[in-house]
């Protein structure tokens, strides 16, 4: 014997609408409650809520803010690039700044370090007296040896000196 069994849907009267879609949907009222009236049919539909959108700059287009994105794509994005002119009135490039100071040293100073007179000068490096990196003034800069540099700079800062001292 082979029993046939009544499937009923069971379904209640819709009391709300989804936010996104607008179909009508049955939540409990406590939970409409709960969540002031923000409630959806489905995830999709919460995740199209929960994104956070905005204006292409050039054409106003609609785009994901996570993306931290200003144009919606290439077209739009030359358009936003025309009459930038790069590399022009660039800053001085620190490094090769450096660079020319050191060798100014070198060729003043001597290729050797002014405190203990290593004389690998290939690795000497500048110091700042004053300990202000932007003056680079003659009277203000020594040539010395990475071992001079710690001990000038990490000596001062030390947890062992102020522990044994």
Partial sequence: MWYTTLVVEYKRNPNTNCMVC?????RRPAEIKKNQGKVFCSMSCYGISSRKEKPCIVCGKLILAG????????SCSNIYRTGIKYKINSPRDKVKSQ???KVKLLESRGKKCERCNYEKYQILEIHHKNKDRKDNTTENLLLIC?????EEHLLEKSWLTKKYN
């Fill in 67 to 74: 993306l931290n994105k200003k144009t919606c794509n290439r």
């Fill in 22 to 26: 607008k179909i009508p949907i049955y």
């Fill in 146 to 150: 990475p071992n001079c540099h710690a």
């Fill in 99 to 101: 660079q020319a100071l």
